[in-house]
């Protein structure tokens, strides 16, 4: 059986809608502890070490689970918070959990990287480490968390293939089903392709608008 | 104002302790510009920081305008800092803002908006005199000028004090001159009081009045910048007063005397104040009769009083030598003799001539 235009038309709408919408939820949870994980280590603005120990381990716990394990592991919480354990709806909160802890790590390093001078004239000025937060370090690491948002995009992307384990569809789903497990080498190659191109797109995007934020 | 009572400050990592300040007993009086110099590792970076209190004193106080800042609460010292501007050696702009940004940066983290400040950030621009760079952000602009931005944000609050972590150690002298000039400027029209921490006995030279000498975690010596330069009591000092006023004969010139086979001695005349104004060598030439070969000589500035010293070696008879010595030191200016090697001896006047009459 051939694969139809509208086939992959819709795939390729489950795999955005997938992409997106646990970009948006993963990518505030990344900032979120990509923050905590940076501001709460020892001698950072507010130390803590309570913190720091609980959030660090969670982290990796989630970034040591392989994403097709992860998919499964966590299907009752899935229903719990999608109300079903199967489709793309619910595909994203696995997706989610996922992409969060990983990006955290992106959002951590690129908040290292920020030069330890600018926190320390921040301190001099009287600045609450709130405004520190977002006054000096944000801004001062803004074009390298682009460079990280665009890595975890890439990285969703691929997640999203897995989702077909769950009734997720999108575009991994039908090289699967219908390329693989049908012979059909044809839905694989554009099914790739169509990957190929998804990932130039983000990849190209990132890159031009990390060099407009660093203005060069 | 800013005292310095019994404050210590012991770093603590993986069990080691460290004591970066010992009993810092200190006072820097409104108005000063205070340097404070060392080798890296002394601890002058340690004590500018306990004054806005980027590091607690272990122990001991730290006075800043009457008041103990340690024992404020976390929303007060913010306020107070208002009151501290600080600078840095590497500057510690914020990359991603305009310069215009950058300065307005205080105010903005007290709650007024961008509009509200301009007119106090243009005021401040043009006083540094990077009004032009406004719009500009910090990797289109020099070392010096990145450093006026600096100190255009470290005003912009109005403060009463300026901390100076090193300000001129990543300039090159051209510019070290201007920024120095600038911290001058910033002391007399806005009565601001200066700390200022360097390893460059120049910046020291140039716009301080009083200094602190630092080794070790102590401050070894401290007094008004003409004393410390004349009368060095410290082996350290003595380096560093040595790095901007030198007072050695080249090796190449002991060399070509010890070619000379005629009898001669090599004095170091040291000049303070007024004597510096004195033709004391021709004098001496014209009394005795000694010839004198002038190896190397040093005259500078300090606080508008002149300082200096000259090498000269003494050729004639040693007897003569020794009345023309004794003449010299008559003059009021300090004496002592120097050998081969490069050490120096000071000169004991009675046993010197008593010697030379009976000898």
Redesign the interface.
């Known amino acids: 059986m051939e694969v139809s235009a509208e086939l992959i038309l819709n795939a390729l709408w489950e795999t955005l809608y997938m992409v997106s919408v646990s970009l948006f939820f993963g990518g505030l949870i990344g900032i979120f502890l990509g923050i905590l994980l940076v501001v709460t280590r020892k001698g950072h603005i507010l130390e803590n070490r309570l913190i720091y120990s609980v959030v660090n381990p969670i982290v990796n716990i989630f970034r040591s689970i392989p994403f097709i394990i992860l998919l499964v592991a966590i299907i009752p919480f899935t229903r719990l918070i999608a109300g079903t354990s199967i489709g793309t709806t619910a595909a994203i909160v696995p997706l989610v959990l996922h992409i969060g802890p990983y990006f955290s790590r992106l959002v951590e390093n690129s908040l290292l990287e920020v030069?330890e001078?600018?926190i320390?004239?921040a301190?001099?000025?009287?600045?609450?480490p709130l405004?520190i937060i977002y006054?000096?370090l944000m801004?001062?690491a803004?074009?390298s968390l682009i460079l990280s948002l665009t890595t975890a995009t890439i990285g969703l992307v691929g997640a999203t293939a897995m989702a077909g384990a769950i009734g997720g569809g999108g575009l991994g789903d039908v090289a699967i089903t219908y390329g693989y497990q049908r012979f059909s080498s044809i839905t694989i190659l554009v099914t790739v392709i169509i990957l190929v191109i998804i990932v130039q797109g983000v990849q190209e995007i990132g890159n031009r608008l990390e060099r407009k934020?660093r203005?060069m | 104002m800013i005292e310095f009572h019994q404050t210590s400050k012991v770093f603590e990592s993986n069990g080691n302790k460290v004591e970066a300040l010992k009993d810092i007993n200190l006072t820097i009086k409104k108005g000063d510009i205070f340097g404070v110099i060392g080798f890296s590792g002394a601890g002058k970076s340690t004590l500018l920081r306990t004054v806005?209190l980027?590091e607690y004193p272990t122990s001991g106080e730290v006075i800043v305008e009457g008041r103990n800042l340690a024992n404020l609460s976390q929303h007060e010292?913010?306020?107070?800092?208002?009151d501290?501007g600080?600078i840095?050696q590497?500057?510690?702009?914020?990359?991603?803002?305009t310069v215009f940004h950058n300065v307005a940066?205080?105010l903005?983290?007290s709650g007024y908006n961008k509009k509200a400040v301009e007119n106090r950030v243009y005021e401040i621009l043009r006083f540094v005199g990077i009004e032009e760079k406004a719009e500009n952000?910090p990797e289109q602009l020099s070392g010096g000028q990145k450093q006026r931005v600096g100190i255009a944000?470290a005003l912009v609050?109005n403060p009463s004090i300026l901390?100076c972590d090193e300000p001129t150690s990543a300039l090159d002298p051209e510019t070290t001159k201007s920024i120095l000039n600038l911290l001058k400027q910033v002391n007399e029209e806005y009565k601001i009081t200066i700390l200022i921490i360097t390893h460059e006995m120049e910046v020291i030279k140039q716009i301080c009045n009083r200094v602190a000498v630092m080794e070790d975690g102590q401050i070894i010596e401290s007094g008004n910048v003409y004393d410390i330069f004349a009368h060095p009591k410290t082996d350290t000092t003595r380096k560093f007063v040595k790095s901007v006023v030198r007072d050695e004969v080249p090796i190449s010139v002991y060399r070509l005397l010890k070619e000379n086979s005629h009898f001669s001695r090599i004095f170091k005349i040291e000049f303070f104040g007024i004597n510096s104004g004195q033709p004391i060598i021709s004098k001496t030439a014209k009394v005795y009769p000694v010839e004198i070969n002038v190896l190397f000589g040093n005259i500078t500035e300090l606080q508008g009083i002149p300082f200096g010293n000259l090498i000269v070696e003494l050729i004639g008879d040693e007897y003569e030598i020794k009345r023309a010595i004794e003449f010299i030191m008559k003059q009021n200016v300090k004496v002592k003799e120097v050998f081969e090697d490069g050490s120096e001896r000071g000169i004991d006047i009675e046993r010197f001539v008593g010697n030379a009459l009976h000898g």
Do not use: W
Request: charged share 25%.
């Open positions: 030069d001078g600018i320390e004239a301190k001099a000025m009287g600045a609450t405004q006054r000096f801004p001062e803004f074009s934020a203005r | 806005n980027l010292i913010r306020e107070a800092k208002k501290i600080m840095f590497h500057f510690n702009l914020v990359h991603s803002k940066m205080p903005l983290l952000y944000r609050t901390l």
